[in-house]
């Protein structure tokens, strides 16, 4: 009775004096009130949600469907750069474990200078480096829920010796970069889709990371939507210690406008979609 009354009183205001028109402002009200309430409480529905509980549905899996593939394509006539082998890289470098852990800080002022490529493959090998794989699986140097390894490793490399400055895409099970565009503007973009942060110019290479959620939910159904937030952590804790093993900053990103990252490397935001990203640089 309160919103009918609520709805008459916004008719009049609006010169609508009709009942049908009051109803159809009822029917407008009641869709905000349910909106407000979803948005103001959405963190509690995520996590209510996702409990097992709630998976009546038959997993994809148990139903026999196709696995899906652990990495996107590569499209044709793509340019692709091979890289070094990170793993050999990296175990030349004295630090022990430890004093890595330790010394592990958010660096958010990079120099100017490049980054090798040979760091860049250790960077990737650390991350998403393939251990072993198999037919539709890989183990990798990062733990992924079901092995399912969702996510995708986009780069916009600014200061990396024998690399074009650009965006690409890591393929890890051949560990090549396939290149997607060239060009200074990515940084720019990201700095402005990073909410202002300008660790964006100043870094040798940005990380964005992205779930095709299909991978994961192909398994774990609605779960999912855990589990590649738990990945991404993961990926990233790797990240922060090779880049301390290197020698070099790095700033891990979670504040930055969903839709415009989705643009920036090309995808559609449902099926694949930005959830965390990295500035890696000189310090």
């Known amino acids: 009775m309160t919103e009918i009354l609520i709805c008459e009183i916004i008719c009049e205001i609006c010169g609508c004096f009709s009942l049908i028109n009051s109803r159809s402002y009822v029917l407008w009200f009641r869709s905000v009130q349910m909106k407000t309430e979803i948005i103001s409480h959405i963190g509690e529905h995520f996590q209510e949600y996702t409990k097992y509980q709630y998976f009546i549905e038959p997993s994809r899996l148990s139903t026999g469907a196709p696995i899906p593939s652990p990495e996107k394509p590569v499209e044709e006539k793509a340019d692709i750069l091979p890289l070094s082998n990170g793993d050999h890289i990296l175990a030349e470098r004295n630090p022990s474990l430890s004093t890595i852990i330790k010394n592990r800080r958010s660096q958010?002022?990079?120099?100017?200078?490049?980054?090798?490529t040979e760091e860049l493959s250790a960077?990737?090998?650390?991350?998403?480096?393939?251990?072993?794989?198999?037919?539709g699986y890989s183990l990798r140097t990062a733990p992924s829920a079901g092995a399912r390894?969702?996510?995708?490793?986009?780069?916009n490399c600014v200061q990396v010796d024998g690399i074009a400055e650009g965006l690409y895409r890591y393929q890890p099970l051949m560990n090549k970069l396939v290149q997607l565009s060239t060009g200074s503007v990515i940084k720019q973009l990201l700095t402005s889709a990073g909410l202002g942060q300008h660790m964006f110019n100043r870094c040798a290479v940005s990380f964005i990371w992205t779930a095709v959620i299909e991978r994961s939910r192909w398994k774990y159904q609605q779960r999912a939507f855990r589990y590649i937030y738990l990945d991404a952590g993961h990926v990233c804790q790797n990240l922060y210690l090779s880049s301390e093993a290197l020698g070099l900053g790095c700033c891990a990103v979670a504040a930055f406008d969903d839709d415009a990252v989705n643009e920036i490397v090309g995808v559609d935001g449902k099926e694949e979609f930005a959830i965390y990203m990295a500035t890696v640089g000189k310090i």
Do not use: C, M
């Open 108 to 116: 958010r002022n990079f120099k100017t200078n490049a980054i090798t």
């Open 123 to 135: 960077l990737l090998w650390a991350t998403q480096g393939v251990i072993e794989s198999g037919r």
């Open 149 to 155: 390894h969702p996510l995708e490793t986009y780069l």
